[in-house]
């Protein structure tokens, strides 16, 4: 993907969910129910080894009492295997048992022999590095005369395969689904209120209740309930309807269900409702059955958003991780990612990001949360197609799910789980409510109750950290003589000025002797390819700034080169602000499945490289029109961020890019106009990208918390799937643009949120050693149940643009419009604003360089008076262009720098 308050309540840190995770290992060494073997390939015989042909940067084939060893001999390795007649029509499972050198992604493609493989038809599977595993995974049917190709991981090395084996996958039948009704509640029906959010429960039956806020209906139970179990080989679903009691209990409500099933088990199931703070319901549930039974479908507590209301229309809707949904956009549809995996009523648990689901109708939103635990797992529909409700649904149910155990959006497992007379069932949800037309209310309560995880240990400090991005600068696979690739492999070479800059910045700010000298060598070679008009626009990383050029020197050259990109780039809007999806010549059309060829992110990203080239530029013309386009932004309220990446992603797929060009955007605009509408717009967005973020610890690994999973969708609609496998460098752009808005938003998460997503993309980074041509850079994915990181390895600039906030050292570039004489100051380092009046500003800069550094200052109409330090500046300190209006001025070190003028109008 890479490219150029506080409750007692215990689900605030999933510490349960923590130790049982650690149970489930995903693909690795999985167990599953007992199935018929098909056929299995075992490669430590001779007979099965040669029906494999090295087919495609294979350096060789050697069949050996452990299997066959694969010779990996470039980037795109793969062999194909041979042709076998398959059961039609028949689900499998497809294991494999392997040693790779490098740790990867494995991929299994699966065809009728005579065609090719296509990437729709295949499986992909993490590989860890130096161990042998045995990985098992779902495949679909395939079929008579089908072949299959198997691409290892890496790049080099070996990658030995004991066997590959494939077995029957059976899939229970489902029952024929009650559908809810809206409850008529009775006279005698029971009430809890918790501020503004009421539950009325009838006397008689359990699920028949509903929920109002303020009035409104919002959504119903389920009161038509079914248990479904497996007894003697056999599957039984039957009504949960027996005898009930709906009484008072303390200050809440307990609803009890006793029911006998077909064989013999007597069932006990209750509810306690409470309001532990308002607008909030807390849902305690308990099973408990006195003779063992394998649960297949067990529905611990259902809400139908809509039932007996609004029915299917919402504003928007959320499942973080998984979905984020317009007016009335349907769930696990194929705008955004095509096939089976588009289910996602279901999904593994791993791809939630946090534990909400929100509907917003009406002016209000209801959402549902939950205690995470490995034997619980998500419903989500809207619309309700699981049981046709007329409404929507969102619940937890019991057995849980984690990507192998189910097919992802079914309703049931392959097979159940048991729940014993020693062990009843329990579980916690809350239903919470509030005021708003979108999902964001919805997610900042959440943040309020269960706050954000504890930050990550990194296990490096600042000199660690120095020492990890210069490995990757100076000594991986991103070098080319005088050259850095953007990333390894599969990036050629380019001059760049980014690097270097950041390079002299990590020496001037703490790296030891030898390694400051070592940056500062490397640095002068990469910059000696640089044109020196071209400082600011030759970068790799992604997330840059106008810092070069205030480093090295040729600050009016690169204003000009500024201006010229940002009059360019104006021409590239509609008469209405937005930029056009344009489809490749000869590639697929990305708009197709969005209702536009506009999106938020993809307008917005041209809208900050204009505002930052409208900045460098220091043009007061083009930073007027550059707001004016930022302004047109403004049609985007309250919408779903989406269409940042659509270099290989669809326009309509949620992005957290998208939120994080639209922050950024906002924040400049607010700091060059002091326009408190922008700073709001800021805010909200902000919270628009949290979705993208894991707030709990998915594996119990080490990497996991604030892990960033880039969009809700896949490349091109099919592969790669981005949910549940994160891509930091987008959250790190993220990231880059909250440390812009937590100075100005000091009570809000943002600085712990980019904190954690900083500290996340610094345990993701290969570590110095591990790999020689990768080592300090960032993986472009990370698969988070493997811990396994994924190619291609990226250079660490866009990491370390965010270092300097998180161990809070002086910053790379800093600009600040002075508002009253109408000038704007950029420099390599702090700003520190002492006065200010309409005819003169004074400031102390604290520049980052060793040497001499420069600062930019425009929007002048005379020639100013220059002070440095309470001195006048010596002349060969100072460039005024006065065509341009811009000031050059040479600091050394912290200055005090006092600029006066003769009052200025704010045109020019």
């Given at each position: ?337 095509r096939g089976p995996q588009a289910n996602r009523q279901v999904p593994d648990t791993e791809k939630i990001t946090f534990p909400l689901m929100v509907v917003a109708a009406q002016n209000h939103w209801i959402a549902l949360s939950w205690q995470m635990a490995p034997n619980v797992c998500a419903l989500f529909d809207t619309p ?408 291609p390895a990226i250079n660490p600039c866009t990491l370390f643009a965010e270092l300097p906030f998180l161990f809070r050292k002086t910053p790379l570039y800093s600009f600040h419009a002075f508002l009253k004489p109408h000038l704007l100051l950029q420099a390599p380092g702090e700003i520190k604003v002492l006065r200010e009046t ?71």
């Amino acid at each position: 993907m890479s490219n150029m308050y506080c409750l007692p309540l215990s689900l605030g840190r999933f510490d349960l969910y923590l130790i049982l995770a650690l149970l489930v290992c995903g693909m690795v060494c999985v167990n599953g129910a007992a199935a018929q073997e098909v056929v299995r390939f075992d490669l430590r015989q001779s007979q099965y080894a040669q029906q494999w042909q090295p087919t495609h940067d294979i350096a060789g084939l050697s069949q050996t009492a452990e299997g066959l060893q694969i010779r990996i001999g470039g980037e795109d390795p793969y062999l194909f295997g041979p042709v076998f007649d398959y059961p039609q029509n028949q689900p499998l499972w497809f294991s494999i048992r392997l040693y790779s050198d490098q740790g990867g992604v494995g991929q299994l493609f699966y065809f009728p022999a005579g065609t090719s493989p296509t990437e729709p038809a295949s499986v992909r599977f993490p590989v860890p590095a130096k161990r042998w595993v045995t990985l098992r995974m779902p495949v679909p049917p395939f079929g008579l005369n089908y072949q299959i190709r198997f691409d290892p991981p890496g790049d080099h090395g070996t990658c030995t395969v004991a066997w590959m084996a494939f077995e029957k996958r059976d899939i229970l039948r489902p029952p024929k689904w009650p559908h809810p009704t809206a409850p008529v509640l009775s006279p005698k029906a029971l009430l809890l209120r918790s501020g503004s959010l009421e539950l009325l429960h009838n006397p008689d039956k359990m699920g028949d209740f509903v929920v109002r806020f303020k009035g409104t209906t919002m959504a119903a139970g389920d009161n038509k309930a079914l248990i479904g179990y497996i007894e003697n080989g056999k599957t039984r679903f039957i009504p949960l309807q027996g005898k009930t009691s709906v009484q008072k209990e303390g200050d809440g409500l307990k609803v009890q269900t006793t029911l006998q099933d077909p064989d013999g088990a007597i069932w006990t199931l209750s509810q306690r409702f409470s309001a532990p703070a308002p607008n909030l319901i807390q849902v305690d549930v308990e099973v408990r059955v006195n003779l063992p039974r394998n649960v297949v479908f067990l529905p611990v507590f259902l809400l139908f958003p809509g039932l007996g209301s609004f029915g299917e229309h919402k504003t928007q809707a959320l499942f973080p991780g998984l979905e984020y949904l317009g007016p009335d956009e349907p769930s696990s549809s194929q705008a955004d990612i095509r096939g089976p995996q588009a289910n996602r009523q279901v999904p593994d648990t791993e791809k939630i990001t946090f534990p909400l689901m929100v509907v917003a109708a009406q002016n209000h939103w209801i959402a549902l949360s939950w205690q995470m635990a490995p034997n619980v797992c998500a419903l989500f529909d809207t619309p309700d197609r699981q049981f046709h409700s007329g409404a929507q649904v969102m619940g937890v149910l019991f057995p849980g799910s984690n990507g192998l155990n189910r097919e992802e959006g079914s309703l049931l497992p392959y097979d159940g789980n048991v729940i014993s007379p020693e062990k009843p069932f329990h579980s916690t949800a809350y239903i919470l409510c509030g005021d708003g037309q979108t999902v964001v209310p919805a997610i900042q309560r959440y943040v309020s109750l269960w706050g954000l995880p504890h930050l990550p240990d990194a296990h490096l400090d600042w000199q660690g950290c120095l020492h990890l991005a210069a490995s990757g600068w100076l000594h991986s696979g991103i070098v080319e003589g005088d050259r850095l690739r953007h990333a390894y492999p599969n990036f050629g070479p380019q001059p760049v000025a980014d690097a270097p800059t950041m390079m002299l910045y990590a020496a001037a700010q703490g790296a030891d002797t030898a390694l400051a000298q070592e940056l500062e060598e490397g640095a002068q070679r990469y910059l000696s390819a640089v044109p020196p008009q071209d400082f600011n626009s030759a970068g790799i990383g992604h997330v840059r700034f106008p810092v070069p050029s205030l480093v090295f020197g040729h600050v009016i050259e690169n204003a000009d080169t500024a201006a010229a990109t940002a009059r360019s780039t104006l021409s590239q809007f509609t008469p209405e602000g937005t930029i056009l999806y344009n489809p490749p010549p000869h590639g697929e059309d990305l708009a197709s499945t969005n209702p536009t060829r506009t999106a938020n992110g993809l307008t917005a990203s041209v809208v900050v490289n204009l505002l930052y080239n409208a900045i460098a530029s220091g043009d007061p013309t083009l930073i007027a029109l550059a707001l004016q386009h930022l302004r047109a932004l403004e049609r985007f309220d309250n919408t779903v961020p989406r269409g940042a990446q659509s270099w290989e992603v669809p326009l309509h797929t949620p992005d957290i890019l998208a939120s994080a060009h639209l922050v950024r955007a906002f924040v400049l605009g607010y700091m060059l106009s002091g326009d408190k509408a922008f700073l709001e717009r800021a805010k909200a967005w902000a919270w628009t990208g949290l979705p993208f973020v894991y707030l709990y610890n998915p594996t119990g690994h080490a990497v996991g918390p604030y892990a960033t999973p880039p969009v809700f969708g896949a490349t091109h609609w099919v592969a790669p799937n981005w949910m549940g496998l994160p891509v930091q460098w987008c959250g790190l752009v993220y990231a880059s643009a909250l440390y812009q808005l937590a100075p100005f938003d000091p009570k809000g998460p943002w600085r712990q949120i980019a904190d954690g997503i900083t500290i996340s993309g610094i345990q993701q980074t290969w570590p110095i050693g591990s790999d020689p041509l990768r080592q300090g850079l960032l993986p472009d994915s990370f698969n988070l149940k493997g811990q396994i990181r994924n190619d291609p390895a990226i250079n660490p600039c866009t990491l370390f643009a965010e270092l300097p906030f998180l161990f809070r050292k002086t910053p790379l570039y800093s600009f600040h419009a002075f508002l009253k004489p109408h000038l704007l100051l950029q420099a390599p380092g702090e700003i520190k604003v002492l006065r200010e009046t309409s005819s003169s500003v004074t400031c102390e800069v604290n520049g980052w360089p060793i040497k001499r550094y420069y600062v930019l200052m425009s929007g002048f109409q005379t020639k100013p008076e220059v002070l440095v330090n309470g001195k006048p500046a010596p002349t060969d300190a100072l460039t005024f262009d006065q065509p341009t209006g811009r000031l050059v001025v040479a600091l050394e070190e912290k200055s005090t720098l006092t600029i006066k003028v003769r009052s200025q109008s704010a045109e020019r």
